[in-house]
Each structure stands twice: as structure tokens, then as C-alpha cells.
């Protein structure tokens, strides 16, 4: 295929224009209403323009996108002429400002005429090359001269074989789930054996190596079978594809149960001896097609699915996890290596920072490897400064975008989970969100039960899907599980992976702000972004709002705070006594918080306050006993806590006290000033994770 220098050239200009609206919204304040529209359109033509962009490189049809490449380009003189206007040239601002206005309907117009036109024409184009194709082929396998060379090819196309094995693996854990799996194989019995793991994180890799191995091909010969399934199979056609891969005559199938008869009868047949299945990229959606391919007659039949999904159903399931970061540098060099020579590596420190944005994930690390094989140092330090200034992978790579985005696909069926994974993404990078404000949250913005169980059964599907980790640092046996409310999940904690989060901030930013269902905010103080101030005549739409910021004590109507595993947090600011609307206090693993304020006694609506594993908390506040609605008290882990104020007897609606058994002495002498409490005993089960 010959390289077409100015259709490759779309994708820069376009990432260039992009980045250049993104930046001078930023610096120019005179134009910026106009520049934000701009950056929305183009936010909006963004997965398309990726995806277009590739299919037209597949048919070598680039020079057709050059219309595309000149709107582009005229784009980035008018955002340039931007910096040269000077403020006070009001006529010159006014005349620039309505052929910005124009800019942005032209490239909307265009992109809503001119983009659909090609990708229809394309589509149209490629049926009837299939069509001719199909025709000359069957035409030339009619001709007894070259029937043989041509059925060969065409079974080609068709067969099941097992892809290329990679020339390498790398890391402990991958080699460890490739022992067991093998382990697994070769003992002999019929199961459904199920490979899970995030996106991009190597699955099929791992199987295609694992079919290769001399110990698996030795048992089952040509008996294996690699099916790629995705997310609409056609069962007709993979079993009319086994047949061929066997050997047998194609039955004609009419209908699903037909397909279903003939696969049984396959397994029958060629079940005499060991096969091995793989169904490789098994949607949720599609759960259904695995029970087809059992067969109960067979006796030693092995299907191995791999799926981003667990399939609970099925056992046993195999977890396939990311790399170590030294895996993942070992990784990165293999891939960036040219012609087995040392690629004459930048330094140590640039080559680890790199690594360190490919999220330890074998398919990114491979991306981006490859970029910059055979590349110069220059090229290095400016991929990595792109990365640093907040560039995403997702932005310059259509194959990693491509791979995440199929978990958004994946819940089109199920788009109330798809909200509860987009609302991870509120939360901070690296954070380890709290279960209980996740089940608070939802409860409160989907009108769940209030006992969170469906919340958490929820989480629970967000994780088989591996789209979030739960994380378990300490379960209390003292809890009972009346409801969330009650503690049974302290201790949880849900992450979402950094790719997968910026995945969700780029669906969110989609659109214009007024009309967006998410708003992520990162504030300093009282420093809001510019379209705060120009959204106040016009109402948001936003549901949830993610606000990043120190200058919560402002926001009155607040109901729950939940400020959990901060290590560094010393001081609860006396302004917290100001949000009178709070019912709970959760002030989890705050390791370092020494003190609660006298104001916290003007939160008299507060019903459970937690300030479990607060180590160096040393006294409860001096008229705590003026939270007079106060229903439970969470202080297992307060070990410098030697001592309650005389206040606390004042506290008659006290319910449940949640301590060590050294600690409850304290509480032993108010059983009967307070009838109504009662004292749980807290066992620990050791658990260092929350320390991380």
C-alpha cells in the first residue's frame, strides 16, 4: 500500500487544531465563548474522525478526506489570529468573533453532510467489491484446472486454526496463569474454563501461546478450535466453520435449532478424542452462545472463554492481571526493539515515565512501544511531554481507544450499569472510593432501596465485568447487616482503572455544557472556570456534579461527607459546624486527624459519626453531647482514645457503639444513664491494604 503523505496528515491536523482551541480558550478570555464551541464540535467529531481516518488507510482512500484536512487547517489560522488581536480593538474582536461563529456551523455542516456521504458511499463501495469478488472466486473454483489451489485458499478464510503464537511473554503473572491454565488442560474431564481480565490486558495473547504449547498440541492435535465470537455471533456460521475445519461435509442449517442439532453431532463425532474450544471475546450480551457449545457425551472436552465479563455461571475462572511495573519496562523494551538489536534506549528515568502512562496494560504498552521503535531521543521526551501536560493515549491512539471503548459498547443493553461506570468516574484519579458513599450516591440520585443491597449488587456487576476492583482492606464482625448504614461495608473500597476513567471524563465532556448528565470540576479556592460565570443565565442540565476542591464547608445543603483513607488530613475545619443539613460524618483511616472541632456540637442532625482508625484522635469534642440526634458511633482503631467527655451522657438517642473490648470500659458505666445502647465488640481480621 502506498503511503499518502497528505490524507495520513487529517489526523495531525486535526489532533493539532484541537489542542490548539483547547489551549487558546485557555490564555484568551475574549474569545472564549466562541473558542468553547468550537472545542465541543470537535470533542463530537473526535471517535469518528479516528475511526473514518482508519478505515479509509485500510482501502488506501486518504486523498478523499482532504477536503476534511482544509476545513481543518483554515481552522487553526482563524484560532491563531486569536493571539493577535489586541483586547481593545473592539471592532476587530467583533468581526473575528462572528468568523469564529462561522467557522464552527461550517464544520458542523460539513461534518453532518460530508462525513455520512463517504461512509455510506464506502459501505455501498465495499458490497459490491464483495460481490464481484465472491462471484470471480466461485467462478475460478468452478474450473477443475484450479480448484484445488483455490478451495485451499478458501478454506483459508474460513478455518478455525489457532492465530500465530507471539514470539514472547513477559511477567511472573502471566507465565503463573499460563502453568495453571495448561495445568488445567491436560487433566483430563469436560469443563468451561473462563479467562478474565480486563481490556487489553492480554487474554487472547495468552491463549493463542497456550494452544501452541507442545504439551496442549500433543493431547489435542488437530482437535482445537479457535472461535472468535465479539458481540453478535452467528452461530450458524461457526458451526458450518467447524464442520469445514474438521473436514465434514457443510450441512445446510436454516435455523439456530438446526445449528445447535449439527454442533451436537460434530462433538459426537470428532469427540472420540480430546477437543479443546476456545471462544475468544465473549460479550455479556452473548453468555447464552457458551451452553451451546457444551456437550455433556463427551469425555474430556475443554471450552475456554475469555471475556472482560467473569460469567459467574461458569467455573472455574481465571483472573488475568496487569503487569508489575518492572514487567511492564521489560515489556516496553521488547516491543521497542529493532531487528533483535539494542535499541539504543533514551535514559532509565525517561523510559520508566513513559511506561508508567501505559498503565501496566500489555496493549498500550505494545502502542505505544512500537510509536517510537527506531525513533530518536527527541521523539521520546516529546511523547513524554504530552503525556505530562495531560495528553491521553485515547486521544493519539485509535487502537487503545478502540479496545476501551468496546466496554462502553459492551453495556448498551444495560445502561443503568453503564451510569453506575460512568459515575466512577467522578471520583479523583487513584482514589479509592469509599462503598459506602458509592451506595449513598446511587441510593440518593436513582431512587435505589435504601439499603443499598441493589447499589451493591450493582458494584458487584461492574467488577465481573472488570470494569472496577473492589478492594476488601478490613471486615468488621461487629457490624450486623441491617444496611449499609450499619458499617457492613466499611472497609470496601471500589477503583477504577486510569484509562478507563479518562474514557469516561471523554464522554462526558462531549456535547455542550448546559446540556451535559456529568460535570467533573477540579477547583482551587474560589477559582471557577470561565464558563461557570457564563452559564448562570442559562440552567444546567447536570445530574451529578464532581467538584474537586478545599472550600466544601461552603456548600450548605450537604447531607453526607465521607472523608476516608486520607493520611495526611490533620485538621477538620472548625466550618464544618456551618453544614447543619449533615446526617452522617464518615472520617474513616484519617490517620493523621488529631482533633475534632468544638463546631462539629452544631451538627445536630448528625446520626452516625465514624471516626474508626482516627490512630492519633486523642478526645471526642468537649460538648459533643449537644448532637443530640447522634444514632451510632464507629471509634474501633482510636487508640490514643482514653477518655469520654461528661457531655456524652446528654446523648439519649445513642443506639450502638462500635469499639474494642479495652475501650468499652469506657462506655460500661453510661448503660445506665443511656438504656438504649449498646456495645459492639469489634474483632479485627488483619488486613494492610488500606494502607496503600
Not at 480448484?147 to 485451499?152: E, F, M, P, S
Not at 507465565?175 to 487474554?203: D, F, N, Q
Not at 452522617?584 to 482508625?613: A, F, G, H
Not at 458505666?669 to 438504649?676: G, I
Request: aromatic residues 6%.
Amino acid at each position: 500500500m502506498s503511503v499518502d503523505f497528505a490524507g495520513a496528515a487529517v489526523g495531525t491536523a486535526f489532533g493539532e487544531l484541537y489542542s490548539l482551541v483547547k489551549e487558546v480558550a485557555k490564555t484568551v478570555a475574549a474569545f472564549h465563548p466562541q473558542l468553547k464551541k468550537i472545542e465541543s464540535t470537535l470533542s463530537e467529531m473526535d471517535p469518528i474522525i479516528k475511526k473514518i481516518y482508519y478505515l479509509y488507510e485500510q482501502l488506501d482512500r486518504l486523498k478523499e478526506m482532504d477536503p476534511i484536512k482544509e476545513l481543518l487547517d483554515e481552522g487553526k489560522g482563524l484560532v491563531n489570529k486569536c493571539l493577535m488581536i489586541h483586547p481593545v480593538n473592539l471592532y476587530k474582536k467583533y468581526t473575528h468573533s462572528n468568523k469564529l461563529t462561522e467557522y464552527n456551523a461550517a464544520v458542523r455542516e460539513k461534518f453532518q453532510i460530508y462525513v455520512p456521504l463517504l461512509a455510506a458511499r464506502n459501505d455501498a463501495e465495499m458490497l459490491m467489491k464483495m460481490e464481484e469478488i465472491m462471484g470471480k472466486l466461485s467462478s475460478i473454483y468452478s474450473s477443475q484446472a484450479n480448484g484445488g489451489a483455490l478451495q485451499t485458499m478458501l478454506e483459508a478464510l474460513n478455518n478455525l486454526s489457532v492465530p500465530a503464537a507471539p514470539n514472547f511473554i513477559v511477567g511472573s503473572e502471566v507465565e503463573a496463569s499460563l502453568s495453571k491454565l495448561r495445568e488445567r488442560l491436560l487433566k483430563e474431564g469436560a469443563s468451561v474454563i473462563v479467562l478474565t481480565g480486563p481490556g487489553g490486558c492480554g487474554k487472547t495473547t495468552l491463549l493463542k501461546k497456550l494452544c501452541h504449547d507442545v504439551a496442549i498440541e500433543g493431547k489435542f492435535k488437530d482437535n482445537i478450535m479457535f472461535v472468535p465470537v465479539s458481540k453478535k455471533p452467528n452461530l450458524t456460521d461457526v458451526v458450518q466453520k467447524m464442520y469445514r475445519h474438521n473436514g465434514f461435509k457443510v450441512p445446510e442449517i436454516k435455523s439456530e435449532e438446526d445449528a445447535v442439532h449439527c454442533l451436537q453431532q460434530l462433538l459426537n463425532k470428532i469427540g472420540q478424542n480430546p477437543v479443546l474450544l476456545v471462544l475468544d471475546d465473549v460479550w455479556k450480551e452473548s453468555e447464552s452462545i457458551v451452553d451451546k457449545f457444551v456437550c455433556d457425551d463427551i469425555k474430556d472436552y475443554k471450552i475456554v472463554v475469555t471475556s472482560r465479563y467473569e460469567f459467574p455461571r461458569f467455573r472455574p475462572v481465571h483472573h488475568l492481571n496487569p503487569l508489575t511495573h518492572d514487567e511492564a519496562v521489560e515489556l516496553f523494551l521488547q516491543c521497542a526493539t529493532v531487528d533483535d538489536r539494542s535499541m539504543g534506549t533514551p535514559d532509565t528515568k525517561l523510559l520508566s515515565e513513559i511506561v508508567e502512562h501505559c498503565k501496566r496494560l500489555p496493549l498500550v504498552i505494545k502502542v505505544v512501544a512500537k510509536s517510537l521503535r527506531g525513533q530518536h531521543y527527541a521523539f521520546w521526551r516529546k511523547k513524554l511531554n504530552e503525556l505530562n501536560d495531560g495528553g491521553s493515549l485515547l486521544d493519539s491512539e485509535v487502537e487503545i481507544n478502540t479496545c476501551l471503548r468496546k466496554s462502553l459498547d459492551d453495556m448498551n443493553g444495560d445502561p443503568s450499569i453503564k451510569e453506575r461506570f460512568m459515575d466512577l468516574g467522578s471520583f479523583p484519579e487513584d482514589c479509592k472510593i469509599p462503598v459506602t458513599a458509592l451506595i449513598d450516591m446511587w441510593v440518593e440520585l436513582y431512587r435505589l432501596d435504601p439499603n443499598g443491597l441493589r447499589a451493591f449488587t450493582d458494584l458487584h456487576e461492574l467488577v465481573s465485568r472488570n470494569l472496577a476492583d473492589l478492594v476488601v482492606t478490613r471486615r468488621d464482625s461487629s457490624d450486623d447487616h441491617e444496611s449499609y448504614s450499619s458499617h457492613y461495608y466499611n472497609g470496601h473500597y471500589a477503583q477504577q482503572h486510569d484509562l478507563l476513567r479518562e474514557l469516561v471524563i471523554m464522554e462526558c465532556d462531549k456535547g455542550e455544557i448546559e446540556k451535559r448528565d456529568r460535570l467533573i470540576l477540579e477547583l482551587n479556592g474560589n477559582e471557577f472556570p470561565n464558563w461557570w460565570s457564563e452559564q448562570k443565565q442559562q440552567p444546567l442540565s447536570a445530574r451529578l456534579v464532581s467538584i474537586s476542591t478545599d472550600g466544601i464547608c461552603e456548600i450548605k445543603p450537604l447531607e453526607k461527607i465521607n472523608i476516608t483513607n486520607c493520611h495526611n488530613f490533620s485538621t477538620l475545619p472548625a466550618q464544618i459546624g456551618q453544614l447543619t443539613s449533615l446526617e452522617v460524618v464518615r472520617l474513616n483511616s484519617c490517620t493523621s486527624l488529631s482533633l475534632l472541632p468544638d463546631s462539629i456540637r452544631s451538627l445536630q442532625n448528625v446520626k452516625l459519626l465514624d471516626i474508626s482508625e482516627c490512630q492519633k484522635l486523642s478526645a471526642l469534642p468537649y460538648q459533643i453531647g449537644q448532637m443530640v440526634n447522634l444514632d451510632r458511633i464507629n471509634m474501633r482503631g482510636c487508640l490514643k482514645l482514653s477518655e469520654l467527655p461528661r457531655s456524652i451522657v446528654k446523648l439519649r438517642k445513642l443506639r450502638k457503639v462500635i469499639c474494642e473490648k479495652e475501650k468499652a470500659v469506657m462506655w460500661g458505666p453510661l448503660k445506665d444513664t443511656l438504656p438504649s445502647l449498646a456495645i459492639s465488640l469489634f474483632e479485627e481480621e488483619p488486613n494492610l491494604a488500606w494502607l496503600e
